[in-house]
């Protein structure tokens, strides 16, 4: 009898440890497939330019608010369309269209998805701070020494940079186009007005330049640079089927200048990206929100 008690006591362990294995296991498949449920990621591409530095840091601060874990990659122009055709990263906020960057739409287009404009009439040119006494394009080459025959540009594979030396070409300019940074440029024309020196530069608006500086566009009576473009959003194609909930949330992005030149400005005053975009997202919550789908 002792025998059997002790048999029935040993199978009655067991049939609990059985238990206890089993409801171990099925609460971690639980905690498993959970995590896989809220895993979101989103890859972001764009150009180191002050507009599109303060809408990519904004975007992601949105996203991190949509529960994605986001990661921003910079580049130059090219590699931003190639990338996109290529399926290398999910979208960018950084396409300057119909114009600036032309080129690289009728290269790449069909393999990119181009989801919505995101801030309308942005301008490009060349510009010069107000003192200075010619007005177009055309009166540069009778000024040249006062300039020191250059035109002060950004990164060489820019949209503006091909159309400066277009414009360069269309109007006979005795200039060299240098190439440097859209930092560099800006630092450029604040130490030139610093001086009072006279110094023509590829600028394009926004830009939190026009609010720091009395500049002008000088006039381009030739329309090398064309009406004025906008900025779009542009997805990797397959982007809206792999991921409604982020398709959703680019689509509805959209926003204006005053909106993007303050980011702007925090910036060139010496706030981080992170701060910057911050301080423009703690300021707009109902915007935020939009975008989100919340409201």
């Known amino acids: 009898m002792k025998r059997e008690i002790k048999i029935l006591s040993v199978l009655i362990m067991l049939a609990v440890l059985v238990m206890v294995s089993g409801c171990t296991d099925q609460d971690t498949t639980g905690d498993t497939g959970t995590e896989e449920a809220i895993t979101k990621e989103a890859t972001i591409g764009y150009v180191l330019w002050d507009g599109e530095i303060a809408s990519t840091n904004v975007m992601k601060l949105v996203l991190e608010e949509a529960g994605y874990d986001v990661e921003i990659i910079s580049m130059d122009a090219g590699a931003l369309y190639q990338g996109l055709a290529d399926s290398q990263f999910d979208f960018t906020t950084s396409a300057w269209l119909p114009q600036t960057q032309k080129n690289y739409w009728e290269t790449y287009g069909n393999d990119i998805d181009s989801v919505a404009v995101n801030l309308e009439d942005c301008r490009i040119g060349l510009v010069v701070p107000t003192y200075v006494t010619i007005d177009s394009i055309d009166e540069l080459n009778d000024n040249k020494e006062q300039f020191n025959g250059e035109i002060i540009g950004i990164d060489p594979g820019a949209g503006i940079m091909s159309t400066t030396e277009t414009a360069i070409e269309n109007y006979s300019l005795d200039y060299e186009l240098v190439a440097s ?71 509805r992005f959209q926003w204006t200048h005053d909106d993007i030149q303050s980011v702007m400005t925090d910036l060139s005053d010496g706030m981080s990206e992170e701060e910057a975009a911050q301080k423009w997202v703690d300021a707009n919550p109902e915007k935020v929100s939009e975008w989100i789908g919340e409201n």
Do not use: C, Q
Not at 217 to 235: F, K, M, Q, R, S
């Open 181 to 251: 940074s859209s930092a560099g440029m800006a630092a450029e024309l604040k130490n030139s007005i610093a001086d009072e020196e006279w110094v023509v530069v590829t600028l394009w608006s926004p830009h939190w330049a026009f609010n720091s500086f009395d500049l002008k566009y000088l006039e381009d009576p030739n329309g090398i640079y064309g009406e004025a473009d906008h900025v779009e959003t542009l997805a990797r194609v397959g982007l809206a089927e792999d991921d409604p909930e982020l398709y959703g949330i680019i689509s």
